[in-house]
């Protein structure tokens, strides 16, 4: 809050600063205060101090405030000013795919992949495009190359995780949730850990080293035999009934893929 007053006070002498703009801005946001940071930013560009950084870091500040229109209007021009950003494009890819521009997230992931074929989440985006338009072979191959550009990445790993379990490949998809669960914060991935019912020590609920089995007669969470808890005791199998939804296949809340904002 003080370094937000100081930048004010300094911004009085020099109102149009693009940097002090941005210092101002980044310290509310620091402050979780991204309603205010909108507003910095706003006023900057209407002071027609447009830079790409600005344009990017109010498109961020949107999509943290879910407001996914705005924020595609905003990397848009930021990618305009400055193309090599590919964190922007990614963010704009995501927002796009959100809204369901899937032409224009495609457009933005291929940008990246012309720049770089090491950066995972614009092979990951291209894989939920394929997965979007049931090209299982497509998303497949790459959802694997976001893998091996970035090991460290988690949403591609569960989404191969998910569309080796969805093709019968039951070895590959095991181990890919074992690697998940062993890599995977549990403060990102909370949502995917058992912490209802009975068991209240957060045991991921695929974590077992075999399948579980389905009990005879047992009302199930899910139509494959992935699990075998009783419906709605098992939070991780009920979010992941529908892996076509959002930014990523097991998350259709858009708030969720915004966390892991570059």
Not at 43 to 72: N, P
Not at 149 to 176: I, T, V, W
Not at 246 to 256: E, F, L, T
Request: charged share 25%; net charge positive; aromatic share 8%.
């Amino acid at each position: 809050a003080r370094a937000a007053q100081l930048m004010e006070t300094g911004l009085k002498q020099d109102p149009t600063n693009p940097l002090g703009l941005t210092y101002l801005a980044s310290s509310f946001e620091n402050l979780g205060n991204y309603p205010r940071a909108i507003r910095v930013y706003e006023k900057a560009i209407g002071m027609h101090v447009e830079t790409d950084e600005i344009f990017s870091r109010l498109g961020k500040d949107y999509l943290r405030t879910h407001q996914l229109e705005k924020a595609v209007k905003a990397m848009q021009r930021a990618s305009e000013l400055n193309p090599t950003d590919l964190d922007n494009l990614s963010n704009l890819g995501a927002a796009n795919l959100q809204l369901g521009h899937v032409a224009d997230a495609r457009k933005a992931f291929e940008a990246i992949t012309a720049q770089s074929d090491r950066y995972a989440p614009a092979f990951n985006g291209l894989g939920l495009i394929a997965i979007s338009q049931g090209d299982s072979d497509a998303a497949l191959l790459n959802f694997r190359k976001a893998v091996e550009a970035d090991p460290s990445e988690m949403e591609p790993l569960l989404n191969l995780a998910f569309l080796y379990k969805r093709s019968g490949q039951k070895q590959q998809a095991l181990h890919c949730f074992q690697t998940f669960l062993q890599k995977a914060p549990r403060g990102r991935y909370g949502n995917l850990f058992l912490t209802s019912g009975r068991d209240r020590s957060s045991r991921p609920c695929i974590a077992s080293r075999r399948f579980c089995r389905r009990r005879p007669g047992a009302d199930t969470a899910t139509s494959s035999r992935w699990c075998a808890r009783p419906s709605g005791s098992c939070k991780a199998a009920r979010e992941l009934k529908s892996p076509q939804a959002g930014p990523s296949i097991y998350s259709a809340k858009y708030g969720d893929a915004s966390r892991s904002l570059p």
